[in-house]
């Protein structure tokens, strides 16, 4: 992989957690108290909560920090009414938008953009839904210029931040002037359903709450180390469709998750790189991988014959704050940028991966530019751009 033309990179990346922390050893504790009347599931999610890979993770509600005995979520041992679907969209509207303003700022903050800057504004949940949405408060409570294309993408799972950030390189690629705004901001774990169903309980062993946030734009825009991003690829993966299934039900949404996705992921992502690798390159060096679950991290550092330091901040990331859906990835992609500039990297490239419902894949091939002595990025100065 090379560099030619002006190079359209990520400028700056911002991201947020609600202040409740869950700890994965005591919910396990106390959900398996809510099972007491269902043995067998409760020993079933003690042992998926142990093995998933995660040790915290946030939540904006309060609720399920309750003992059993006091928790709406967990009705089994509580008898409390459950909350019903209007009750955790109530509780998204008022949560979703103070997260997503903190990432936000953060990335503006880092990539030294004003607000009168942004030209297009791209937001990204599947956990929520109100209007007027996510994308007008942000305008109002940003300052951002009335006239910004605002573009929502909504109920596309866990693979739609990456999916932004392609949209957004093509964007800027389209309108060189042009600045995007990306904020993904996910309320998992008020999905939480009172069940022993095995597919719910998998679910909730290691969805978190979070919000991120990008700017993407020109790298002459920014003085330091950026994301040079290449063209996106995107597809489905043939006979797949019900391995990921995610409804609206009375009370949330409910989840299902295939056994079957980490192997799946595993077999059909090696050809969707094929196309992308040249002979002579030298193998990627950034491998930013959406941590769905630690199966998917496990099956494809195996199929792509990955180090455990390539994986490492993506099985990081999951361990400290689990599947926050669609955000996880800036989280992921801030870890990596961060530990290169505190240990002096080169220039190093590589693909960005993510996965959500379809079966869907999105690749963005990456590559991360060093400072020079004056500040600019390597390379940018040199007025490089896309992957060709």
């Given at each position: 992989m090379h560099l030619s033309a002006a190079t359209i990179a990520m400028l700056g990346i911002?991201?947020?957690?609600p202040r409740y922390v869950l700890d994965q050893t005591d919910t396990a504790q106390r959900l398996t108290h809510a099972l007491s009347g269902a043995p067998?599931?409760?020993?079933?999610?003690?042992?998926?909560?142990?093995?998933?890979?995660?040790?915290?993770?946030y939540t904006c509600e309060p609720d399920l920090l309750e003992p059993a005995e006091n928790n709406r979520y967990f009705a089994?041992?509580?008898?409390l009414p459950v909350p019903t679907t209007a009750d955790r969209?109530?509780?998204?509207?008022?949560e979703a938008i103070p997260l997503a303003l903190q990432a936000a700022k953060k990335a503006m903050t880092d990539a030294d953009i004003e607000p009168e800057a942004v030209t297009h504004l791209l937001t990204v949940s599947c956990t929520g839904q109100f209007l007027p949405g996510l994308d007008a408060a942000l305008v109002r409570q940003l300052g951002l210029p009335l006239s910004v294309n605002r573009i929502p993408l909504t109920f596309l799972g866990c693979a739609a931040g990456l999916k932004a950030i392609g949209m957004a390189r093509d964007i800027v690629a389209g309108h060189p002037d042009a600045v995007a705004l990306i904020v993904s901001v996910e309320l998992c774990t008020i999905h939480m359903q009172s069940t022993s169903d095995r597919?719910?309980?998998?679910?909730?062993?290691?969805f978190g709450d979070g919000a991120s946030s990008c700017v993407i734009g020109r790298a002459e825009q920014r003085d330091g180390p950026v994301f040079a991003l290449g063209e996106a690829r995107s597809s489905l993966m043939p006979g797949t469709a019900?391995?990921?299934?995610?409804?609206?039900?009375?009370?949330?949404?409910?989840?299902?998750?295939?056994?079957?996705?980490?192997?799946l992921i595993g077999e059909k992502i090696p050809g969707q790189l094929a196309p992308l690798l040249r002979d002579g390159d030298p193998f990627p060096g950034v491998w930013a991988i959406h941590p769905g679950g630690k199966g998917i991290i496990d099956e494809l550092e195996a199929a792509l014959a990955l180090s455990p330091d390539h994986t490492r901040f993506s099985r990081d990331?999951?361990?400290d704050y689990g599947n926050m859906s669609s955000a996880t990835i800036l989280f992921v992609l801030k870890a990596i940028r961060d530990t290169f500039i505190r240990e002096g990297a080169d220039r190093t490239e590589g693909f960005c991966l993510a996965f959500g419902p379809g079966l869907s894949c999105e690749i963005v091939p990456i590559a991360y530019l060093p400072a020079s002595e004056d500040g600019a990025a390597i390379g940018a100065k040199a007025g490089m751009s896309a992957y060709v």
């Open positions: 911002g991201t947020a957690v067998d599931a409760a020993r079933w999610a003690k042992r998926i909560f142990k093995k998933c890979g995660v040790q915290t993770r089994q041992l509580s008898g969209m109530a509780t998204y509207k008022q597919e719910a309980l998998f679910g909730a062993s290691f019900g391995e990921m299934i995610w409804e609206v039900g009375n009370h949330g949404y409910d989840l299902f998750l295939s056994p079957r996705i980490s192997q990331v999951l361990r």
